[in-house]
Every structure is written in structure tokens, then in C-alpha cells.
């Protein structure tokens, strides 16, 4: 599978089909294969923390989750198939394992909300099999309890809704002890499946610019927005850079 480098960070070339078969392929393995989905502000923070771009680096799929990932593919000329969302991944491999033997853990978020996105979930996809959850706010002395339980219920599908980069850091630190086929870094997608938060409407996701809704709903986030614009100066300055 051919890949296509960001600043340093490896992105998949692939379709959200592609994607769904490779997970499928995942869940029938005798690993742990790790799924990360980098946007703008991961590969930023990436440039900044090595560790990170390793652990992003040595995922078994990675896919390209934000527009600016593949804007910015465009502009160093060699384009990606398409925006693969991790929300999208996620929804799409629960509704595909729902008639299937393979289960799912939901961790991260807080409260009740991983529980709440279980229940969601299978009440609409009937069939579908999350066997557990677990909010997000535990500490790390905490982790060998949490993979205790997820090993002893058998899980297939773990999505981690930690936030970047304390969930791809989670999986990566656990990946010897954790017996589940494939992790997912998942940030807010318990929510939006639990309802507590929405994705941006149709129009928003389909002109690239759910990030701008998400800032109109959020304005906090403006801080980390900030990193977009940084991005794809870096991205056009090493274009205009090559072209010398």
C-alpha cells in the first residue's frame, strides 16, 4: 500500500472502502494493529515531538482524517484518494461487525458518555456487540485494569476517545499487553455517537469545512486552530522551495 508523506508523517493512500477491508482484514488477525487518524494538528505536533511522529509512523493504517491532509497532499503533487473521517471509520466497522462474531470497547470521554455511546450504537445497529466501556479519566497506574478487563472480555474493536496525543500514546504503550485486533485513536467520536456533541452539517463536511464549524460552536478552540493556517504555510513554502 503505497503511502504519502506529510512533514514527515506517513499517510495511507487509501478510500474509506480501502479502509473498511483492511480493518476487517485487522479483525481476523493475532495482533494488535494500531489505526491513527492525523489531521493538521497531529502532524504539527508531530514536527514538535518525536515520539509522536513514531507512534504515528508505525500504525498499521493511517488515515487521512482532516481536509488540510489532503489539500496539502495536493499541493506537494501527490494527491490522496480522499478524506477518510476516524468518526466514519468507526460508525461504518460497528455497523459491519454488528452481524458478525467480533466485538467492540468503547474508552474514553467522560462519565457516563462511552456507555451512552454503547447503547446508541446498539440500538442502532441491533446485533451489534459492545461488551464494554470505560470513561476517559484514569490515571496511569489505572491502565492494567482497564486492559485486564478489555482482554478478559475478548475484545476485537477498541476505540479510544482519549484525545491526541494521550490515546495513539496509549495504545502504543500498551500494544504487548493489549489482545484486542485493532485500536483506533478516536477522539470525539464518543460523544457524537453518544449525542452529547454533532458533527457539522452536510454542507460544512462536504466544502472542507467542518473545522470552521466546529470553531463557530467551540470558539476555545481557536488557539488550536491556529496550527491550520501554520500548516499550510509550512506546506506551500516547501512547494515554492522545491520549485527554485
Given at each position: 500500500?503505497?503511502?504519502?508523506?506529510?512533514?514527515?508523517?506517513?499517510?495511507?493512500?487509501?478510500?474509506?472502502?480501502?479502509?473498511?477491508?483492511?480493518?476487517?482484514?485487522?479483525?481476523?488477525?493475532?495482533?494488535l494493529n494500531p489505526i491513527y487518524t492525523p489531521n493538521?494538528?497531529?502532524?504539527?505536533?508531530?514536527?514538535?515531538?518525536?515520539?509522536?511522529?513514531?507512534?504515528?509512523?508505525?500504525?498499521?493504517?493511517?488515515?487521512?482524517?482532516?481536509?488540510?491532509?489532503?489539500?496539502?497532499?495536493?499541493?506537494?503533487?501527490?494527491?490522496?484518494?480522499?478524506?477518510?473521517?476516524?468518526?466514519?471509520?468507526?460508525?461504518?466497522?460497528?455497523?459491519?461487525?454488528?452481524?458478525?462474531?467480533?466485538?467492540?470497547?468503547?474508552?474514553?470521554?467522560?462519565?457516563?458518555?462511552?456507555?451512552?455511546?454503547?447503547?446508541?450504537?446498539?440500538?442502532?445497529?441491533?446485533?451489534?456487540?459492545?461488551?464494554?466501556?470505560?470513561?476517559?479519566?484514569?490515571?496511569?497506574?489505572?491502565?492494567?485494569?482497564?486492559?485486564?478487563?478489555?482482554?478478559?472480555?475478548?475484545?476485537?474493536?477498541?476505540?479510544?476517545?482519549?484525545?491526541?496525543?494521550?490515546?495513539?500514546?496509549?495504545?502504543?504503550?500498551?500494544?504487548?499487553?493489549?489482545?484486542?485486533?485493532?485500536?483506533?485513536?478516536?477522539?470525539?467520536?464518543?460523544?457524537?455517537?453518544?449525542?452529547?456533541?454533532?458533527?457539522?452539517?452536510?454542507?460544512?463536511?462536504?466544502?472542507?469545512?467542518?473545522?470552521?464549524?466546529?470553531?463557530?460552536?467551540?470558539?476555545?478552540?481557536?488557539?488550536?486552530?491556529?496550527?491550520?493556517?501554520?500548516?499550510?504555510?509550512?506546506?506551500?513554502?516547501?512547494?515554492?522551495?522545491?520549485?527554485?
Amino acid at each position: 500500500m503505497s503511502k504519502v508523506n506529510i512533514l514527515g508523517v506517513n499517510i495511507d493512500k487509501v478510500t474509506m472502502k480501502d479502509a473498511i477491508k483492511m480493518v476487517m482484514v485487522f479483525l481476523e488477525s493475532d495482533k494488535l494493529n494500531p489505526i491513527y487518524t492525523p489531521n493538521p494538528e497531529f502532524i504539527m505536533n508531530a514536527r514538535e515531538d518525536g515520539e509522536f511522529k513514531k507512534i504515528l509512523n508505525e500504525g498499521a493504517l493511517v488515515i487521512p482524517d482532516g481536509i488540510g491532509v489532503i489539500y496539502a497532499a495536493r499541493i506537494n503533487g501527490e494527491p490522496l484518494l480522499e478524506r477518510v473521517p476516524g468518526y466514519e471509520l468507526t460508525e461504518n466497522i460497528l455497523k459491519e461487525i454488528s452481524d458478525k462474531k467480533y466485538t467492540a470497547y468503547f474508552l474514553g470521554a467522560k462519565g457516563d458518555i462511552a456507555k451512552l455511546a454503547a447503547e446508541r450504537m446498539m440500538e442502532k445497529y441491533p446485533g451489534l456487540k459492545v461488551v464494554g466501556w470505560r470513561n476517559g479519566y484514569f490515571k496511569t497506574e489505572d491502565e492494567n485494569e482497564i486492559i485486564d478487563e478489555i482482554n478478559r472480555l475478548g475484545v476485537d474493536y477498541l476505540v479510544v476517545g482519549l484525545g491526541s496525543p494521550r490515546q495513539e500514546k496509549f495504545i502504543y504503550r500498551n500494544k504487548e499487553k493489549l489482545k484486542v485486533k485493532a485500536a483506533i485513536g478516536n477522539g470525539g467520536t464518543l460523544d457524537i455517537m453518544a449525542g452529547i456533541a454533532k458533527r457539522a452539517p452536510v454542507i460544512f463536511q462536504k466544502t472542507g469545512l467542518e473545522w470552521f464549524y466546529r470553531l463557530l460552536k467551540q470558539p476555545s478552540r481557536f488557539g488550536r486552530m491556529l496550527k491550520l493556517p501554520e500548516f499550510m504555510s509550512i506546506i506551500i513554502w516547501n512547494r515554492i522551495k522545491k520549485n527554485k
